[in-house]
């Protein structure tokens, strides 16, 4: 039993590995692509699975501000009374330490 363990583990090291030196191997090829820039890299990444999507009017980018403004403020609606209830909780009374 312990050598077919020893045996499959080695087969998941070797696999995992190969898979490390073959995203590496896609990565920096990726960044030599694009002339070394991360930020242009991701910025690719994002808009080919449809994180972001270009702005091309006015209105457009009026309505994503809105919407993240929305999100920050039901962000805060949320994390305000929270914080109050933490800063206004009783502290319990501790003997003091001679």
């Known amino acids: ?40 890299l991701a910025r690719q990444y994002m808009t080919a699975t449809g994180m972001i999507k270009p702005l091309h009017t006015l209105v457009d980018f009026y309505t ?16 305000f009374p929270v914080f109050y209830c933490y800063l206004n909780k009783e502290q319990k009374k501790r003997p003091a330490l001679h």
């Open 1 to 40: 039993m312990k050598q077919s363990f020893s045996t499959t583990s080695k087969i998941l090291l070797a696999t995992g590995g190969i898979l490390c030196i073959w995203v590496g191997a896609a990565v920096i090829n990726a960044l030599s692509y694009m002339n070394w820039s991360v930020s242009e």
């Open 64 to 79: 994503h501000i809105k919407g993240i403004e929305y999100l920050i403020c039901v962000a805060f609606f949320v994390a």
